[in-house]
């Protein structure tokens, strides 16, 4: 069984496998060498491949080790949709900045906000400090006019 997969395994690196969903896959230069394939190649479950404690796991080793290189799409429908996936990302990274960036804004105002209303606090404690301590509040006194 052991052979059967590293086979399988070959035929992808090699880009001809014999399934004919992965040779489609293989045409349009989407294929990948994953346990999941080398499975699907060699018509077995997953399972003997799937998981870091599996019956095959020098196998699965072997796969992970190794990468496929990565085939530039020839044909217009595949640059199209690649081309649409990196748009569909881009976008989505530009509302992720831009929201972002919202919530800055946002918490600096606050900041700002807060910032000068512990300025004004500052303020009426050093008026309240310069004051007399023995000053009643609201009382004015006026002082005595010389009487000749």
């Known amino acids: 069984m052991e052979k059967h997969l590293i086979d399988a395994w070959e035929r992808i690196k090699a880009g001809n496998p014999e399934n004919p969903r992965l040779l489609e896959l293989a045409k349009k230069g989407r ?34 080790g190794e990468k496929l290189p990565s085939r530039a799409p020839t044909d217009m429908r595949s ?7 990196l748009n569909r ?15 800055m804004i946002n918490r600096i105002r606050k900041i700002e906000l807060e910032y000068d209303d512990k300025r004004e606090e500052i303020a009426r404690l050093q008026a309240r400090a310069k004051r007399n301590p023995n000053e009643i509040v609201g009382l004015h006194l006026v002082p005595p006019k010389d009487e000749d």
């Open 89 to 103: 990302t881009l976008e989505q990274r530009l509302k992720v900045a831009l929201s972002e960036q919202a919530a």
């Open 31 to 64: 294929l990948k060498a994953s346990p999941s394939s080398v499975a699907e190649e060699a018509g077995v479950s997953r399972t003997l491949i799937g998981y870091d404690d599996c019956r095959y796991a020098a196998v699965r080793r072997k796969i992970l």
């Open 79 to 85: 640059i199209n949709s690649s081309l649409r996936q």
